[in-house]
């Protein structure tokens, strides 16, 4: 599904197994690729920021996106091919961060409460301040962006749900 910050949907696609209709210009890419594209085709090459889960991110489709003039952010799987191996590896203290430019690519790990790897070809190092249970914490931009863009998608998904297809 494809929407807005303000939960209204732009786009869906219907899974329906080998059946499902995708353009058949993205038949080169991988399945999760095929679904990002064949929703966002209207959008490329306009200078928009995707914003996707963990089950859609990866490197390869990042640097496509970039590719078609398109910024792209998200949640990724910390053992996602292509993620630099430190990234899977290294210990943090809460709140603390890394960050690696990779190719036109910018990975970030943070521990929050777990570990949130994301991954950007929009965002730098930057940090902001958020409120949380009282206290002030330092959380990279890029995450308090996720944050408040997924709020759209949440929306949607509380509209849909009286109307589930099984």
Same mark, same amino acid.
């Given at each position: 599904?494809?929407?807005?910050?303000? @939960?209204?949907?732009?786009? /869906?696609?219907?899974?329906? #197994?080998?059946?499902?209709?995708?353009?058949?210009? $993205?038949?080169?890419?991988?399945?999760?690729?095929?679904?990002?594209?064949?929703?966002?085709?209207?959008?490329l090459?306009? #200078?928009?920021? *995707?914003?996707?889960?963990?089950?859609?991110?990866?490197?390869?489709? $990042?640097?496509?996106?970039?590719?078609?003039? %398109?910024?792209?952010? @998200? %949640? +990724?799987?910390?053992?996602?091919? @292509?993620?630099? *191996?430190? /990234?899977?590896? +290294?210990?943090?203290?809460?709140?603390?961060? *890394? $960050?690696?430019?990779?190719?036109?690519?910018?990975?970030v790990?943070?521990?929050?409460?777990?570990?949130?790897?994301?991954?950007?070809?929009?965002?730098?190092?930057?940090?902001?301040? +958020?409120?949380k249970?009282?206290?002030?914490?330092?959380?990279?931009?890029?995450?308090?962006?996720?944050?408040?863009?997924m709020? @759209?998608?949440?929306?949607?998904?509380?509209?849909?749900?009286?109307?589930?297809?099984?």
């Amino acid at each position: 599904m494809l929407c807005d910050t303000n @939960g209204y949907i732009l786009d /869906f696609i219907i899974y329906t #197994g080998a059946d499902t209709n995708y353009k058949e210009t $993205f038949s080169d890419l991988f399945l999760s690729s095929r679904v990002v594209f064949t929703l966002v085709e209207d959008y490329l090459d306009l #200078g928009y920021c *995707i914003i996707m889960d963990s089950y859609y991110s990866s490197p390869k489709l $990042f640097l496509q996106m970039i590719k078609r003039k %398109t910024d792209a952010v @998200g %949640t +990724i799987r910390s053992n996602r091919i @292509g993620l630099p *191996i430190a /990234f899977k590896r +290294i210990e943090l203290h809460k709140n603390e961060q *890394i $960050f690696r430019y990779y190719k036109k690519l910018m990975p970030v790990k943070w521990l929050d409460e777990k570990y949130v790897t994301m991954l950007s070809t929009y965002h730098n190092d930057d940090v902001t301040i +958020i409120h949380k249970r009282n206290k002030q914490i330092e959380v990279p931009v890029r995450v308090h962006d996720y944050n408040v863009t997924m709020d @759209g998608i949440d929306l949607a998904d509380q509209q849909l749900a009286p109307h589930c297809v099984h």
